[in-house]
């Protein structure tokens, strides 16, 4: 059993009875320890509901966990070292690299953006059978109602805010009820 192998074992002890883990990778998590930068090496896993990082430890673990639909934002790329990632989520900036091997890497990827995709998704009903009054602008200038925003527009916007809201410019209950303002849009 590899390494990798093994600190998934270790972390599914961690997991919720019913998560699954959908793809890992060894890789090297940038941390903070007492004012200065230095990596922890773990297993950077994507399971059914969340990306999570686990290390071992002398004496312990560490684990960190970023449910999809708190990741504002997700970068990847390539450098000779290795792949890379780098994520915001509910204010956190994560930064995991050295991921190992890339053929996993590719599987981990897509795991998460097609998670992320799922989460981020605005539940839609069925439109009623007459627009509502409030769903159109005041008449413009020539009589023409003005259409509301598009749920893309809503969509931009609250991805915008959940950048601010990472970067520390908008707080947490700002964004939240920015958030149920635009969604009450749609």
Do not use: C
Request: zero cysteines; aromatic letters at 6%.
């Amino acid at each position: 059993m590899g390494k990798a192998d093994k600190l998934l074992e270790q972390a599914r002890e961690h997991l919720e009875p019913s998560e699954t883990v959908a793809a890992a990778v060894m890789g090297a998590y940038e941390v903070r320890r007492m004012g200065s930068e230095t990596v922890r090496n773990g297993v950077l896993i994507a399971t059914d509901r969340r990306v999570v990082f686990y290390a071992k430890k002398l004496g312990g673990f560490d684990l960190e966990s970023f449910p999809f639909g708190n990741i504002s934002s997700f970068e990847h790329g390539k450098s000779v070292m290795g792949h890379h990632v780098t994520f915001h989520a509910s204010g956190n900036r994560v930064v995991v690299k050295w991921l190992q091997p890339a053929n996993e890497f590719a599987d981990f990827l897509d795991k998460v953006k097609s998670a992320m995709n799922l989460k981020h998704q605005v539940p839609t009903s069925p439109a009623p059978p007459q627009a509502a009054p409030e769903a159109s602008a005041p008449p413009a200038p020539g009589g023409t109602p003005v259409p509301a925003p598009a749920s893309e527009d809503v969509l931009a916007t609250l991805e915008r805010l959940g950048e601010l809201r990472d970067a520390g410019i908008v707080t947490p209950e700002e964004f939240a009820s920015k958030k149920a303002e635009l969604l009450a849009r749609l």
